[in-house]
Every structure is written in C-alpha cells, then in structure tokens.
C-alpha cells in the first residue's frame, strides 16, 4: 500500500489571531468563465483572478485599508483559501480566509451586513453565501479534510463518434422529442433504470455503468497518480517543470473516497444566458457610452465583432426548444494533484469511446508514465470543502463567539449554493458547449476597458508595479474558436499519443509486469532486467549502458 505523505513538516501555524484582529471565513461561489483562475497572480491585473474581484470589493466596502501590488497591504492579514482552482473553472463552496481589523467588523455592522454590502459591490458572476468569524489557528488549506468536485460531461461525449449535439441527434433522433416532453413536465432530470426502453438512455445506461465499473476498480482508493498530473517535456523541449510528479514520490500518493457517475441524466435549458456572457454584455455597453478613452472606438469595433462572431458560431441546425442532456461525473478526496480530475476524466471519456481498458492500469502503475489527455476545464466545479477536525476543535471548546463551519453552511447557504450551481454555473457550462462564450484574452479585454471607466485608479494605483515587470504583456481581443472546447478535446482523442514509458524505480515496493503476468518485487524486476540485458549484449557483442528507462508510444484508435 502506498505511504501517504504527511504534510506536518511543513504546516506554518498561528496560536491565535493578531492583536486587535479576527479572522474571518468567506464562503465563495462564483463561475470561472472569464477569470485566470482563483489565486492572485504577480503578472496579471487585479481583477483578472477571483481572488483580485473579491480585494477590490473588500477595499471599496472598507473592510480592508488599501491595495499594494494587487495585495492586501500588510503583513498581518494572511491571506488564503481552502481550495484552488485553476483558470475557467468554478466553486459553489469555497473558503477564503484573512485577518481583519476587530474595529472594521464592528464599525460595518458585523459579518451578515458586510456579506451584503459585499454581494452588492461585486460583480453577479461572484457571490458571498457567509461570513463566519473562525479561531485565529484556523489554516484554510490544511483544515480541510474533503473537497468534492463535479464535472458536468454532456451526452454526445459517451457516444462515438459524436463530437457535438448535431451528430448525438443525428444517431437518436427519437431524442428531440423526449426532451421535449421532459421540459413540458417540468422535470429537471431522467433516472437511468435498468428496464430502461429508449435507446438513448439505454446506451447511456450502458456507459455509466461501464464507466462506474472503471472508477470504482482504479480510482476509488490509495493510488499513485503520477500519471494524471502534468507531463514530462517531450523531446526537444528544455527545462523541467516544477509541478510534474515523480512515480516513486510520496506526493504522488492521493486517497480518492468516493469517484462515480450519477445514474441520471440533468437536463439543462439550452435559452439561457450565462452570468460570464452577461457580463460581457454589460461591459460592452459601458463602453459604448464612454468615448473618453482614444482607443475606445477601435477596442469597441473589436470586441462588437468577437460578439457577433460568438453568436453566429452557436447556430446549429439541431433541435433549439429541447434541454440539454447531461451526466455529472463526482470525485471526493482529501486531496488532488494539478491537473488530477481533468485527466481522470479525460481518460474515461477515452476509454468510453474506444481506447484500450488497460491504460488505466497503466496509467496507476509505477514504474509507467502515461500521457492521459486532459478534459476540458470549463466543465468542472467544486461543488463542496468540508473541515471536520476543525469542526471537532469548536465543539469541544463550546465556544459561543465560534461555531463549526458545517452549521453555518446548513439550510440557506446549502440552499443558495444548490441554486448557484444549477442556474449559474449550468448556464455558463452550457453557453461554453454551444461556443456562446468569447475566448478568454476577449473577455478580459473587455473587462480591462471597462474598468478604466468604472475604475480607474486600477493603473495607476493597485496594479502600478505591472509596467514594471518583463512577462507583463496587456491582454487583446483573440479570435473566436471555431467550436467548443469539448468538441476539440473529443477529436484531439482521434490522434491522442499517450507516449507510455517505462520507468524502472527501485524505490517501489511492487511493480507491475510489463507482459501483465502479475507483480513483481522490485528485485525480481531488476534481475529479470539484468538478465535480457546480458543476453543483447551477448548478441549485439558490444556492451550496453544502464539506463534507468526506455520509452514506447502507444497511439490508441479511437
């Protein structure tokens, strides 16, 4: 069984809170669509992250004194989160937590009157579900014992070869006006039954239960998960990325407690408008009211015609008045490598489609490397981060001033965070599918502009320090991608190399046969390597170098 790596070494921990301060806890949901991903960023604008949106409002409510190179000014603030996402994907229930002033809470009326001045100062693709008061001790990251993601996969992608919603209604064309009929009953979703009649469901019955049959014999559990993190350079390419994972490392090691497809399909409205695409909106009419910046007109012209071009990609010729039918892929753990669900679904959705069963072994093998292909990032949210022993900790002290943070997020935050996901996060995912949504270098453009008309100390103020700065390079209007990122990701699969290598690590206890006759210890392994080594040489008649690995590439017809 692989070792789990302890994180005790280095957990950096106050005893309690600053003098005169107190931490509080910001329960966050928001859609990822038009941001750079959760965390600050050193070479971006403040209001490019999730993070940077939330600082600015902070400040302008007062609850923070100023902002100093797209940070909270001070040392005694402390700022984290719980759970990081990267660019484009979302969160219902995140934790962001900073010391602040005890007098500042105080003066702007306690935690529930700071969570609405916030809500209204922030933009409606952010939202403030609670502010909590914790104890000064509190480590956001390290506290939390559990994150579960969801990762919303529509249907045509369990279907081959269907890359988009034209070709799934081409092969079920009976499909239309089962929707249909759902939407006239007001249901929301279709249970999967195994006395299940219609085709369509039928198929997608067989796939869920295949894909279960998957999770559950190699994700659910301890693994090692070197494979379903970032890529070793290819051939030709310089440098060593920091965050790829070593086989024989500890930090490969995750536990995944529960990773599965709900037996039912969610039918989402295809007419609606996500809050990402809303928000461009408004900033275009922003725009178009000010003319007092000089490069407005043209920066105008460009972001109308990345509009309109939005628009006239999405028109298709398949059924409009029916929802959309999609699966919600679930994973919970205490923890995940960058880069770790995306992969695990990526390569599920592989193998659905026709890529061979054995590279999920492959792929969880030590002494592999595989290349899994990466899914989408649109399509994947943190749906909730729970913080037990933390919850332990309140409820032994009976503390009145603290309370655990499980009961806080009961009834209305559980409420409005079941309602954000459903109406917010759906609609941005499904404005993603149908390519509704403008890239992301546009919609920050857009953001930009109007923010120098709504915000313009944002230059010359809070983000001074960027012209200063080398990689700093301002963001443009890009060209609209001429599909999804769902369906590039689908065709990419076509021609997907998984490059697998072979990786000879001692420092494995047992590794898998490369034939798949069984398992070997690490010293069987190494004699065995030795011997075909002595027997090349033997026939070759010139010595060979010990090498640590030798690579394959296996291509997988899809």
Same mark, same amino acid.
């Given at each position: &069984?692989?070792? #789990?790596?302890?994180?005790?070494?280095?957990?950096?921990?106050?005893?309690?809170?600053?003098?005169?301060?107190?931490?509080?806890?910001?329960?966050?949901?928001? %859609?990822?669509?038009?941001?750079?991903?959760?965390?600050?960023?050193?070479?971006?604008?403040?209001?490019?992250?999730?993070? *940077?949106?939330?600082?600015?409002?902070?400040?302008?409510? *007062?609850?923070?004194?100023?902002?100093?190179?797209?940070?909270? /000014?001070?040392? &005694?603030?402390?700022?984290?989160?719980?759970?990081?996402?990267?660019?484009?994907?979302?969160?219902?229930? +995140?934790?962001?937590?900073?010391?602040?002033?005890?007098?500042?809470?105080?003066?702007?009326?306690?935690?529930? /009157?700071?969570?609405?001045?916030?809500?209204?100062?922030?933009?409606?693709?952010?939202?403030?579900?609670?502010?909590?008061?914790? &104890?000064?001790?509190?480590?956001?990251? =390290? $506290? %939390?014992?559990?994150?579960?993601?969801?990762?919303?996969?529509?249907?045509?992608?369990?279907?081959?070869? %269907?890359?988009?919603?034209?070709?799934?209604?081409?092969?079920?064309?009976?499909?239309?006006?089962?929707?249909?009929?759902? %939407?006239?009953?007001?249901?929301?979703?279709?249970?999967?039954?195994?006395?299940?009649?219609?085709?369509?469901?039928?198929?997608?019955?067989?796939?869920?239960?295949?894909?279960?049959?998957?999770?559950?014999?190699?994700?659910?559990?301890?693994? #090692?998960?070197?494979?379903?993190?970032?890529?070793?350079?290819?051939?030709?390419?310089?440098?060593?990325?920091?965050?790829?994972?070593?086989?024989?490392?500890?930090?490969?090691?995750? $536990?995944?407690?529960?990773?599965?497809?709900?037996?039912?399909?969610?039918?989402?409205?295809?007419?609606?408008?996500?809050?990402?695409?809303?928000?461009?909106?408004?900033?275009?009419?922003?725009? *178009?009211?000010?003319?007092?910046?000089?490069?407005?007109?043209?920066?105008?012209?460009?972001?109308?015609?990345?509009?309109?071009?939005?628009?006239?990609?999405?028109?298709?010729?398949?059924?409009?008045?029916?929802?959309?039918?999609?699966?919600?892929?679930?994973?919970?753990?205490?923890?995940?490598?960058?880069?770790?669900?995306? /992969?695990?679904?990526?390569?599920?959705?592989?193998?659905?489609?026709?890529?061979?069963?054995?590279?999920?072994?492959?792929?969880?093998?030590?002494?592999?490397?595989?290349?899994?292909?990466?899914?989408?990032?649109?399509?994947?949210?943190? =749906?909730?981060?729970?913080? #037990?022993?933390?919850?332990?900790?309140? #409820?032994?002290?009976?503390?009145?001033?603290?309370?655990?943070?499980?009961?806080?997020?009961?009834?209305?935050?559980?409420?409005?965070?079941?309602?954000?996901?459903?109406? $917010?996060?759906?609609?941005?995912?499904?404005?993603?599918?149908?390519?509704?949504?403008?890239?992301?270098?546009?919609?920050?453009?857009?953001?930009?502009?109007?923010?120098?008309?709504?915000?313009?100390?944002?230059?010359?103020?809070?983000?001074?320090?960027?012209?200063?700065?080398?990689?700093?390079?301002?963001?443009?209007?890009?060209?609209?991608?001429? =599909?999804?990122?769902?369906?590039?990701?689908?065709?990419?699969?076509?021609?997907? +190399?998984?490059?697998?290598?072979?990786?000879? $690590?001692?420092?494995?206890?047992?590794?898998?046969?490369?034939? *798949?006759?069984?398992?070997?210890?690490?010293?069987? +392994?190494?004699?065995?390597?030795?011997? +075909?080594?002595?027997?090349?040489?033997?026939?070759?008649?010139?010595?060979?170098?010990?090498?640590?690995?030798?690579?394959?590439?296996?291509?997988?017809?899809?």
């Amino acid at each position: &069984m692989p070792r #789990r790596k302890c994180f005790e070494g280095r957990r950096i921990c106050l005893r309690k809170a600053p003098k005169d301060h107190t931490l509080l806890g910001l329960c966050v949901m928001y %859609c990822g669509t038009g941001y750079r991903g959760l965390q600050l960023q050193t070479h971006a604008p403040t209001h490019h992250t999730v993070e *940077g949106v939330l600082i600015q409002a902070m400040k302008d409510v *007062g609850l923070i004194e100023a902002i100093e190179r797209g940070r909270v /000014k001070g040392d &005694m603030h402390h700022f984290a989160r719980s759970c990081r996402t990267d660019r484009a994907v979302h969160a219902v229930r +995140n934790l962001i937590c900073l010391f602040v002033f005890t007098e500042r809470i105080e003066a702007l009326g306690g935690c529930e /009157k700071i969570k609405e001045m916030l809500n209204t100062t922030l933009p409606l693709t952010i939202r403030i579900a609670r502010v909590t008061p914790l &104890m000064g001790n509190f480590i956001p990251r =390290f $506290s %939390c014992n559990r994150r579960v993601y969801h990762y919303l996969i529509p249907a045509y992608a369990f279907v081959a070869p %269907c890359d988009y919603w034209k070709g799934f209604y081409e092969k079920f064309p009976q499909a239309a006006e089962l929707l249909r009929r759902c %939407c006239a009953e007001a249901r929301s979703f279709l249970d999967l039954s195994p006395a299940e009649s219609d085709p369509l469901l039928a198929a997608l019955l067989t796939a869920v239960t295949r894909a279960n049959d998957f999770l559950l014999r190699y994700v659910v559990g301890t693994h #090692r998960f070197h494979s379903f993190s970032v890529d070793l350079p290819q051939r030709g390419v310089s440098g060593w990325n920091r965050k790829i994972i070593v086989p024989s490392s500890n930090e490969a090691v995750r $536990s995944v407690y529960r990773c599965e497809i709900a037996p039912r399909v969610f039918l989402l409205p295809r007419n609606t408008t996500g809050l990402t695409r809303a928000e461009f909106q408004a900033a275009l009419q922003i725009l *178009g009211k000010d003319s007092s910046l000089a490069s407005s007109s043209v920066l105008l012209s460009s972001l109308l015609e990345a509009a309109a071009t939005a628009e006239r990609s999405s028109v298709d010729d398949f059924p409009s008045d029916a929802p959309l039918p999609f699966l919600v892929f679930q994973i919970e753990g205490n923890s995940f490598l960058f880069n770790m669900i995306r /992969k695990i679904v990526g390569t599920l959705i592989a193998v659905l489609r026709g890529a061979r069963e054995t590279l999920f072994a492959e792929a969880l093998s030590p002494d592999r490397r595989v290349v899994c292909p990466l899914a989408p990032g649109p399509y994947l949210y943190l =749906f909730l981060s729970t913080y #037990r022993r933390y919850d332990t900790v309140v #409820r032994g002290s009976r503390s009145v001033r603290f309370r655990p943070i499980a009961h806080e997020w009961r009834g209305e935050v559980t409420e409005a965070a079941a309602t954000f996901a459903r109406s $917010s996060v759906a609609a941005d995912v499904v404005d993603l599918d149908l390519n509704r949504t403008p890239a992301i270098g546009t919609l920050l453009a857009a953001r930009d502009a109007a923010r120098r008309v709504t915000r313009p100390c944002w230059e010359e103020e809070e983000d001074c320090h960027l012209l200063a700065l080398k990689d700093y390079h301002p963001v443009a209007v890009e060209p609209h991608p001429p =599909f999804s990122e769902m369906t590039m990701f689908l065709r990419s699969l076509r021609v997907h +190399n998984w490059s697998i290598e072979v990786v000879k $690590s001692p420092a494995c206890a047992s590794v898998v046969s490369p034939k *798949g006759g069984g398992h070997l210890t690490s010293n069987e +392994n190494d004699d065995k390597m030795n011997k +075909n080594t002595q027997a090349k040489e033997a026939r070759t008649g010139r010595r060979l170098g010990s090498r640590g690995r030798t690579t394959t590439e296996d291509k997988a017809i899809l």
